[in-house]
Nanobody
Framework: QVQLVESGGGLVQPGGSLRLSCAAS????????MGWFRQAPGKQRELVAT???????DYGTSVEDRFTISRDNRKNTIYLQMNSLKPEDTAVYYC????????????WGQGTQVTVSA
């Protein structure tokens, strides 16, 4: 069973940077898309960025040009470099792994808090 563990969240001032990591364990099969989603209090969970095993990337419109997702397939780990952070980026950030072909599965991490505040 795939398990995801996020790290790297914390408190940062507006304009600052943070780097999140998400490590997958339990045998991550090929052709698995991984990504980041976030959920602020009182709001729906939204897409931040996804990356396929082949490196195709998709960003949410609110973070494009400020955030960069990357992936190390040897380590089964993805990263999210967040620059020029804004207070509206404050949320719990969740890692997700999804495979759309057999064996189909979806896994979520426990989430890591990112707070942008002066």
């Amino acid at each position: 069973q795939v398990q995801l563990v996020e790290s790297g969240g914390g408190l940062v001032q507006p304009g600052g940077s943070l780097r999140l990591s998400c490590a997958a364990s339990g045998g991550l099969p090929g052709a698995t898309t991984m990504g980041w989603f976030r959920q602020a209090p009182g709001k729906q969970r939204e897409l931040v960025a996804t990356i396929t095993s082949g490196g195709t990337i998709d960003y949410g419109t609110s973070v494009e040009d400020r955030f960069t997702i990357s992936r190390d397939n040897r380590k089964n780990t993805i990263y999210l470099q967040m620059n020029s952070l804004k207070p509206e980026d404050t949320a719990v950030y969740y890692c997700k792994a999804r495979r759309a072909v057999t064996p189909v599965f979806t896994a979520w991490g426990q989430g890591t808090q990112v707070t942008v505040s002066a």
